[in-house]
């Protein structure tokens, strides 16, 4: 088995401040996930890297940059937070091949003030 | 691009009733993979059941799906709610080719369970 680590759980940030997510995993998986959740919009992908230096843009990364800087991690900047944003972001992993299982963090929940 | 419909809102139902969460698809791909993942409270998704074979029955846990492509269908049943069932459901798409496998995922339903 493995574990997805994100850090912080919690960010308290300011409207137009640049805020970073940080996310390892031990899966030894090749591609790696920034989901965000937010109630009643289910589980959007932000970004994705299917190997180290890798990065696709997924349907909501406008407003966001990553990074895989090594196969164990993964993060995401908001370049400009938005006032009264609130969401959970999910960071995933899964080896490449067709349907194979996704794993997620527990989240890093984002409260902008 | 790809999407995913699921039954809207919050489901309320009596422990012991049958359960079943409505899930449908578009997607311009023939070969598709359908997940049903679980997120109980406080914690993160993790995945329920999978399958990517038309009109075959998949299991796990008690639930129970089958994947219809011609109807694009992928709805998630139990024969009888426990109250640990109580949680979000979310139904997912990839394409079979895709690199990465990327999930489209459905807007969640909650399920309630009351005894």
């Known amino acids: 088995g493995g574990i997805i680590t994100q850090t912080p759980k919690f960010l308290i940030g300011q409207e137009g401040q640049k805020l970073t997510l940080k996310c390892q995993q031990n899966?030894?998986?090749?591609?790696m996930y920034w989901y965000r959740q937010d109630s009643g919009k289910g589980l959007r992908l932000i970004y994705y890297?299917?190997?180290?230096?890798?990065?696709q843009k997924g349907d909501l990364s406008e407003g966001y940059d990553a990074s895989r800087e090594k196969k164990s991690s993964f993060s995401l900047t908001v370049t400009s937070a938005q006032k009264n944003e609130m969401a959970v972001f999910l960071c995933?992993?899964?080896?490449?091949?067709?349907?194979?299982?996704?794993?997620f963090g527990k989240g890093t929940r984002l409260t902008v003030v | 691009g790809d999407s995913v419909t699921q039954t809207e809102g919050l489901v309320t139902l009596t422990e012991g009733l049958p359960v079943m969460l409505n899930c449908t698809y578009q997607?311009?791909?023939?070969?598709?993979?359908l997940f049903w993942y679980v997120q109980h409270l406080n914690e993160s998704p993790r995945l329920l059941l999978k399958?990517?074979?038309?009109?075959k029955r998949t299991e796990h846990q008690g639930f129970h799906a089958t994947l219809h492509k011609s109807s694009s269908s992928f709805h998630l049943q139990k024969s009888s709610a426990q109250l640990s069932d109580s949680a979000l459901y979310y139904c997912?798409?990839?394409?079979?080719?895709?690199?990465?496998?990327?999930?489209?995922f459905g807007i969640g339903t909650r399920v309630l369970v009351r005894p």
């Open positions: 995933a992993s899964s080896s490449t091949g067709r349907g194979t299982e996704v794993f």
């Open positions: 899966f030894n998986h090749d591609t």
């Open positions: 890297s299917i190997t180290e230096n890798d990065l």
């Open positions: 997607t311009i791909y023939s070969n598709p993979f």
């Open positions: 399958s990517f074979t038309d009109n």
């Open positions: 997912a798409l990839s394409e079979a080719n895709s690199a990465g496998n990327k999930l489209t």
